[in-house]
């Protein structure tokens, strides 16, 4: 008699195809990387923090800003370009590194605060570190000068986010910057837990290299499918064999 197991021998890489959703196996064309995805090509967006923006450029302290490197100005952001770094495919860890420097002038060159280097480092599901290098003098007359320090926290929400992994493309619209505690004494003024302008990020990655948000359902549902095809297939094995062996005798 036909076994449900023989069967299963027998539809074997069927079974295995049907079952890898929920074992948790992709196919191979699935995933280009499994460790991380390099950047290709990186943009962002930051306007630092607008009522600061405004005081440098009010008659109280009749400043400006100056921008070197990779960062540039388009009111009222500041644009960063030729991001770089690597992600692991489901974006919960990884950087993106910028070079280049914004330094805010005002009182006569007594306020000269340089923001440099900013990188973002990628720290679990939609949530992230923004580092800076911090040079300049604080209101509170404090020197600073200070490499990487973990200035803000950076959250965002699935809505904020396009992902298309076959191109390699991830945005990021609006992510919600909060000054840490380590960023106000680099800075001075404001306290921990100020909220920063929004952030936005444009990254390209090597093509199908990111995983795929939204496919568990569909994989889901293929795998019982799947299922569904090896028991129907099994179901007609058994009746087949039982068929062959004709009626029973008394
Ligand atoms: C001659 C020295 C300075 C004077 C007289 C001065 C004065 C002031 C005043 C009057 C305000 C309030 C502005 C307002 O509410 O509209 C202010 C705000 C501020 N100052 Fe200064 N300041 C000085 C130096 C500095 C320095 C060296 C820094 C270092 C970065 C600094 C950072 C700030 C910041 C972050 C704010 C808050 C801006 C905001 O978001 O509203 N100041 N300062």
Known sequence: MASVAGSLRCFGPVALLALSPLLGVAPASAAVSEDSCEIVEAGATWGFKESFRAYISSSIAQGEWVVSGDVGYDTPDFVLTSGSGSLAPDLTSGDLSFSGAIEFLGHGGIL?????????????????????????????????????????????????????????????????????????????TYPPGETLDPLSWNITTTPGCLEQRGLAWGWILGGVAGLGVILAAGMWAIARGNKSRGPERP
């Open 112 to 188: 000269d605060t340089t923001l440099g280097n900013p990188s973002l480092t990628m720290t679990g599901t939609r949530e992230a570190l923004l580092t800076i290098d911090v040079t300049g003098d604080t209101m509170e007359e404090l020197s600073v000068d200070l490499e990487r320090v973990r200035f803000a926290t950076v959250g965002w929400s699935e809505s904020d986010v396009t992902l298309d992994s076959e191109s390699g493309l991830w945005e990021v619209r609006g992510a919600v910057v909060t000054l840490t505690r380590e960023g106000a004494e680099a800075f001075g």
